[in-house]
């Protein structure tokens, strides 16, 4: 393995997993950035380097695709690297793999380096940029596509964003909205199949007590798939926050 990439172990516990024991997509998301988290302190852009600092990372795209999601008490290993750094970009992957070296999925990811006080982007220092070293290795080669919102949604959920889902750049966790993104699928598709393709632009950060609106639409896909487009929204706000695609696959 690369001395720029980096690993770490998880064991799905019963409280991530949904009611097909499986871990959930958000659980997932959430061992992404777990890693990459460890990762940042390992090397020594540790958290609090980055507050003292004025700095903070947000994520901007992810394109998740997974063969297989992770049952309760199954160990499994995540690794990450970044690819390549521009301007204020960061793009980071990750492979996870089972016990048994198997490939389970592979996440591409684009984060953006900002000014945590007026939230602007910022050219990413040499100091940062040198700690981590570059794995030019691809995860994902398609990358990140053009995403459309549902231009006729048939499902739509509302939220309100709470205490619980607010991160330490005080607003909403990115799992928080692919939580709310996936809720807009009907419960029978999440019984037959599981979303093996998950991509996602985040546009808009929403805050604590902002109403959530999310829409889906189901779009043609092929035998033994199906494909939706979802979009976040704030409409006390006036706010597009996020776009998604989504391709599920039966169990």
Request: some cysteine.
């Amino acid at each position: 393995m690369p001395a720029s990439t980096y690993q770490r172990s998880y064991k799905v516990h019963y409280y991530e997993t949904n009611f097909m024991l499986e871990a959930s997509p958000v659980t997932v998301m959430g061992y992404l950035e777990e890693t990459a988290t460890w990762h940042s302190e390992t090397v020594g852009n540790t958290i609090a380097r980055l507050n003292a600092a004025g700095w903070c990372w947000v994520v901007y795209r992810y394109h998740l695709q997974i063969s297989r999601y992770p049952r309760w008490r199954e160990k499994i290993t995540v690794v990450t690297w970044v690819q390549s750094f521009r301007r204020c970009f960061a793009y980071r992957n990750f492979y996870i793999y089972d016990a048994a070296g198997n490939l389970l999925g592979r996440a591409a990811s684009m984060w953006i380096f900002l000014d945590a006080a007026g939230k602007k982007p910022l050219r990413i220092p040499p100091e940062i940029v040198e700690r981590y070293g570059l794995n030019p290795e691809i995860a994902i080669p398609e990358g990140f596509s053009e995403l459309a919102g549902p231009e006729r949604p048939a499902n739509m959920v509302a939220f309100n964003v709470g205490a619980a889902d607010i991160d330490i750049n005080c607003h909403a966790n990115n799992k928080r909205y692919i939580h709310w993104l996936l809720e807009g699928v009907p419960l029978e598709v999440h019984r037959r199949a599981f979303p093996a393709t998950i991509e996602v632009v985040y546009k808009k950060d929403a805050y604590y007590g902002d109403y959530i609106l999310s829409q889906c639409q189901e779009i043609e896909a092929g035998d033994g798939i199906r494909q939706y487009l979802h979009r976040l929204t704030c409409p006390e706000k006036e706010l597009e926050l996020t776009l998604a695609r989504t391709i599920w696959q039966d169990r």
